[in-house]
T-cell receptor, first 115, second 115 residues
Framework: AQKITQTQPGMFVQEKEAVTLDCTYDTSDPSYGLFWYKQPSSGEMIFLIYQGSYDQQNATEGRYSLNFQKARKSANLVISASQLGDSAMYFCAMREGRGGTALIFGKGTTLSVSS | DAGVIQSPRHEVTEMGQEVTLRCKPISGHDYLFWYRQTMMRGLELLIYFNNNVPIDDSGMPEDRFSAKMPNASFSTLKIQPSEPRDSAVYFC?????????????FGSGTQLSVL
């Protein structure tokens, strides 16, 4: 079974608008971390934001915020005031508990920002 | 710090040839991960090491793939013999710990093309 599901293969948004990229996850571990990475066309993987399963507040990093709904097992990325440079592939990922586990990635969402 | 360093950046080889990908993790990071990225399967974990010891190699596709970490500052991923279906981007990543909040730092990737 997929642990990380990103249901939007592609999203389109205009500059200065906000966009939400969906991510749902599946785990029975009460301790986990959720991550979002950005992969521009140049190929590198850029860390954007992190949310821990015990964090009471939604994480924010500049224009990025994470809409964490634990009961629904969703961790959507919200990008406010989109910029042309936000055009990229975005990956949601999860790391379970403690003990040497790796990041498990979703299939990604391609975001295209137009002027 | 220089970040995670991978070489080569691009590799083009013919079917049947041996391919060796190299990775230098960030100094002080105890965990090293090898991922493969394809359009069809997204980012897949191949293998990861803790303190130079392979912990989970269940993602290695078949016996043609092998990975080593002879010391804390160097790892290799070898494919022998290579096949066209091995064409992908191979990422190396490292992290300091395995705590759920510990993010992975990625190298620039190796774009492998097997003809």
């Amino acid at each position: 079974a997929q642990k990380i599901t990103q249901t939007q293969p592609g999203m389109f948004v205009q500059e200065k608008e906000a966009v939400t990229l969906d991510c749902t996850y599946d785990t029975s571990d009460p301790s986990y971390g959720l991550f979002w990475y950005k992969q521009p066309s140049s190929g590198e993987m850029i860390f954007l934001i992190y949310q821990g399963s015990y964090d009471q507040q939604n994480a924010t990093e500049g224009r990025y915020s994470l809409n964490f709904q634990k009961a629904r097992k969703s961790a959507n990325l919200v990008i406010s005031a989109s910029q042309l440079g936000d055009s990229a592939m975005y990956f949601c990922a999860m790391r379970e508990g403690r003990g040497g586990t790796a990041l498990i990635f979703g299939k990604g969402t391609t975001l295209s920002v137009s002027s | 710090d220089a970040g995670v360093i991978q070489s080569p950046r691009h590799e083009v080889t013919e079917m049947g040839q041996e391919v060796t990908l190299r990775c230098k993790p960030i100094s002080g990071h105890d965990y090293l991960f090898w991922y493969r990225q394809t359009m069809m399967r997204g980012l897949e974990l191949l293998i990861y090491f803790n303190n130079n010891v392979p912990i989970d190699d269940s993602g290695m596709p078949e016996d043609r793939f092998s990975a080593k970490m002879p010391n804390a500052s160097f790892s290799t991923l070898k494919i022998q013999p290579s096949e066209p279906r091995d064409s992908a981007v191979y990422f190396c990543a490292s992290s300091k710990d395995s705590f759920r909040g510990e993010k992975l730092f990625f190298g620039s990737g190796t774009q492998l093309s097997v003809l």
